[in-house]
């Protein structure tokens, strides 16, 4: 009798524990499907503050569409020809020179003419200056030049800032510094070869208004296509240019004259 009563308490204390295991499941998927519904309805909630933005911008970008061309162009030209000059003739330029052809002509353009817009962004800007260049508005221009350009930069640089922020820009991409003086030239085209075909930059510094002959296939970008293989002749040497080359040419002068392929 005793065994019976013990045996029909330990059928019943199974079937509560088997009870109590199910509704603790049933628990734990109760709290799980809840947080599931929580995390869905914030993210519908910030979805919905999202929609007038998304509306906003894409209202933003169609008008932007309408003024691509001229603004593509005003970059282009902004980068192509007036790097030499200061910051009042630039703005004559843009404005005297550039806008005006294209109202001459009709190209459409956004009202306000500012290239920076187009080179680079506020983000990039800042990245330079914490790189050390300078956050006045020409230094931006600058800047903005001097990485968007297919040709290599010279940098007239009589108060270092630019020499400074590519030291600091390049530091950790294995930047070589040479000088063209006569002690050095030897040096300096070995190590512009070997760069070349590495692919590091190179910074010629304090540059004189002379620039010797012998580099000018390198800072001319006189490059030969081989297939998918770049060259640049160098004497008697046929160097394969790795496209994370840059070329970076520096002087104090004030100044300087140098012949119009400079």
């Known amino acids: 009798m005793v065994a019976d009563l013990a045996a029909k308490l330990a059928i019943l204390q199974a079937d509560f524990d088997q009870a109590m295991g199910e509704k603790n499941r049933a628990e734990a998927e109760a709290n799980r499907c809840a ?42 030209s902004f980068v192509s020809y007036v790097g030499p000059f200061s910051k009042q003739f630039r703005e004559k330029i ?46 931006s221009e600058n800047g903005a030049i001097l990485t968007s350009s297919e040709r290599y930069s010279l940098m007239i640089d009589p108060q270092l800032q630019g020499i400074t922020w590519i030291k600091t820009r390049e530091g950790n991409n294995g930047l070589e510094t040479v000088r063209l003086t006569p002690e050095t030239m030897n040096n300096a085209i070995k190590v512009l070869e070997r760069c070349v075909e590495q692919g590091k930059p190179v910074l010629i510094e304090n540059l ?33 240019l790795d496209p994370k080359f840059m070329l970076y040419l520096h002087t104090k002068l004030s100044n300087p004259h140098y012949p119009p392929e400079i």
């Open 94 to 139: 843009i404005n005297n020179n550039f806008v005006e052809f294209f109202k001459k002509h009709s190209i459409p353009s956004s009202p306000t003419a500012n290239p920076l817009s187009i080179l680079t962004t506020e983000a990039e800007i800042a990245q330079w200056n914490t790189e050390k260049l300078p956050s006045d508005p020409v230094s």
């Open 208 to 240: 004189e208004n002379s620039i010797d002959a012998t580099i000018a296939p390198i800072y001319g970008r006189q490059i030969i296509k081989r297939g998918r293989t770049s060259i640049i002749k160098m004497g008697d040497k046929e160097l394969t």
């Open 35 to 76: 947080k599931r519904l929580d995390s869905a309805n914030r993210l519908v909630n910030a979805l919905g503050a999202e929609q007038e933005r998304w509306v906003n911008a894409i209202a933003r970008l169609e008008k932007e569409l309408e003024f691509v061309t001229g603004d593509v162009l005003l970059a282009s």
